[in-house]
């Protein structure tokens, strides 16, 4: 098989191309040889040179993290988040166990009761976040968008069974009210082209 | 029935003759969609998704019977289309909430909607206000109701209490441009649905039945569901733990569903209990009742040590039925090695009277099983309170009724309106306690193989026929001749005339004969209903397959030997099939296991029940023991099944496997005893890991295995005495419980919610100084108690009862053995 022949099938660009890399080496000489002529080659002293010489110029590229934090992406898919409706605000999730079901690291878990306005009312739920893979899942399978990700990212713990429950998640009241929520739209969010693609069940009123 | 072959979709298969092209399709394999038809019910065509065509004919595959070569296609074009629109009209209105239903993820409607591929509807009506009914133990929501029927057939055709049917939903007619635009068959099930929904037949507001909850388990969407079950989880999250109920002799099917209890806690917790409703039929007991584990923290080393030196110096074990046949077989390896008396009186009445039975049958165990009551079409049952002592027998009864245009006779002394509701075709006959033997000598009479039967017999039940002289009415047919005046038209006038006409006809009229009768002393006796001859002559028309059931008041019965020996004789020289049902849950396996003692010793060990020393799975003894839903075993049924049942929640504690390792038995797990069972007494040698515990696809159980009926030597000696005219008289009480409970297992639970007290019939307190829950002391010759009355309209007349499931209450102490006793109550 040449080289990019396991390609072919594949639809890639013509710019791609295969780097050079030279074989392993095998015998203990060649090897020993190897490490000799990366060590000595210089280019440790060349990547000293330009912090040393960025350091004294201060002109410094990274993130003065914890002071100065990247913007995050609306997609990004960190700690979860639980939404509430936006006219009444009241809570979107109506326990119907979806997320629960569907979670591949079986993180999500979630008490259901009938309550007293004969609906099904969610009396806790939490996930556990030392599980949680962050793949999106949960969200994506969501039918009332009130799960989704969110882009709090900071979640250092002593306890790897740190977990968060539902009132940790929830938007608070007065963010709702105040228009302060913000939708999700990784996975899980309604597609722009959403009302084309819905039919129409006949009404006889 | 014969066999014969009929073709579907091209394939092969055998089948019966009258067999349904539903079920011949499912026996094997072939799919057929079916939501309205329940197995073992009469199909009611709500739905007609059934469709297919056989040998051209578009037919219903539920109530289309099989026939010789018949050639049945599951789907055509035209079926299809039915289909489809079956099923977008089963989603017009109705709510698009699988999110909080409880039936999601086994849902019919689901499944068919995506079956059929609905994704767009294309009718419409306007939907009427249909409020959530809440019934007690179950909660009704009309708006989720596809009106398929099932709980109503379920209801009525299996259970008996016919508590449910459809009534008026108050809606618009459909637009009748659908009857031209539809295809037939949909627009007519639409039509159908669109004027019902489900309502109770009593016209109440509130369900007042036997609480199976088979209606629910039975419905195929979220609209019947049982109210401790509303949203506490979702089916898919729950596992299934295949097991044998252990309340009653019955040991139906059920699983538990279990899952953790909490987000704190993964303790598994049984959120319900489920049952393969296409073949076997929950009670209220077995459905509701599954919380009576015994919770034990961990293994309290004292107190098993205090047992082994209880064990040590005791000489007498007392334990109850409710065990495993493991835990029999225990007991009885600790008494070979030890000599233990063992004391179980319930079970060793009930032993002594298989003992006595297979005198003259020369088996070990009945014939019949509940199975084959269910297929018969003349049942009988006999010293049981049928509906609380084995629910399942009733089921049978009524089904039986139901299904084969089947009838039959319930005796006992009790009224029981529920029986009494089954329909006209059981006769409820009350007989006085202590009478029991001359109902066997009736049903002798009546059924016996005269030729066969011995002499002595023969002539005794002749002694009891006499010739009377009767006046007899009867109507006969005259032909009479009259000259009426009647008006006519004259052709040629036209012109009205009167002419006389003679006009014959014939008139009924009743003459009065005298005729000579035979007279049955034993009707007398028995106390049948008047005209009991003629009821019953039209009751055994066309009549083929012929069941007796007798249950535990004869093994009490002070003439219990006698009643054995009866019932052997009746199964021998008459065409009744037998079923003698066990008292309770594992009694049967006791039975076969034990050899029990009549004596008690000097110091007891008592087994869920008083000790010196206290073994208690009910979580009140000096050391405590796993229930039977925390264990692994086997259960021995009335079918003479040997059923496997399994750990549902986790027990920590000891148990007995645990003292008589310690006393020197070996095994390392209690089922290790399993394949030890005595297979001399009928038991197999089999690994429990072998046991199975299903249906095949055509309603065979494979459960277990079924106890081999092991020949008995008998003497040939087939006497019987005849029967006394001793009876009870006075106000009588007799020991039995109400629906749904059983023993201080059920009595523990959450949701069996069945008052303790003295139940006196609603009929009996309206016309007596008592009223519910007055404080009452019963007194009879052998103890007193005092107590509360409830009121219970699930009997009638005027014996009381006092029920076993409430330890508390010791009504036992009342008795001397039989299950009637005269008593002199009195208010305090
Ligand atoms: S999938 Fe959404 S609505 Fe359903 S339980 Fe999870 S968060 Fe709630
Ligand atoms: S009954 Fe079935 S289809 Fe209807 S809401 Fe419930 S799960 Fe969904
Ligand atoms: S309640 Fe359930 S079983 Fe009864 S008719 Fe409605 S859908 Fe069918
Ligand atoms: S619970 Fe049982 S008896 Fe009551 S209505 Fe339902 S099926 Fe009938
Ligand atoms: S109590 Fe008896 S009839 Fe009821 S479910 Fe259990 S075994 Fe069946
Ligand atoms: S299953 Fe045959 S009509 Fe419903």
Redesign the pocket.
Known sequence: MSNTEMFKDRNISEDYFLLDIEDYPTTPWEKFKRVVKRSFKGELFVGLWVVLREMIKFDIHTIQYPEEKLPIGPRYRAVHEMKRLWESGTER????????KICISNCIR?ETRYDENQRKEVGEYSINLGRCIFCGY?AE????L??THGGEYENASEQREHFILYEDMLTPIDDVLNKKQREFQGFGAITPHEDERLKKTPLAY | MSKITITIDGKEVETQAGEYVLNAARANNIFIPAICYLTRCSPTLACRICLVEADGKQVYACNAKAKEGMNIVTTTENIEKERRAIMEVYDVNHPLQC?VCDQSGECELQNYTLEMGVDSQHYAIKDVPRPAKDWDHLHYDPGLCIVCERCVTACKDMIGDTSLKTVPRGSDPLDPQYKESMPKDAYAMWNKLNKSIIGLTSGGDMLDCTKCGECAAVCPVGALVDTHYIYTTNAWECEQIPATCGHCSAGCQIYYDVKHTSIESDEPKIYRVTNEWNYVSLCGAGRYGFDYQNKVEGKDEEAFSKAVEAFKKADTISFTSTITNEEALILQRLKEKYGYKLINEEARSFQKFLKDYSEISGQSLWGSDLEEVHHSDFVVSVGMAIKSDNPNARYALNNSMKMNKGAGLYFHPVKDPVIEGLGKNIVSIYHKPLQEEAVLYLLLDLFGDKEKLPKEIVEYLASFHSKVMETKKEVVKKKVTETVKVKKVDEESGEEIEVEEEKTKMVNETIEKEVEVDKNALFDIVGVPAKFSETLEKLLKKKEKFALMVGPDFYTHPNSKNLARLTALIEKYSPFKLVIVPPLTNSLGVALINELDEEKGSFTIGYNTKGDFTLSALGDGDLDMPAINQQEGTLTSVNKRVNPTNQAVPYRGYELNDIANALGLEAELTVDYTKELPVEKGFESKDFDELPNYWENDGTEVRGYVLNNMTVESKGDESVKPFGEETLEGQLIYLANPVRQFTPFTHKTTNLDEKSGLYISEEYLQKSDFNEGDSVRITTDSGELTTTVVCDNKIAGDIFVLPTFDKNLNSEALFSGYRFNRASIEKV
């Open positions: 999730c109506i326990g119907c166990g979806l997320c629960e979630m949960c399978v969501c039918p009332e009130a799960i | 999110g």
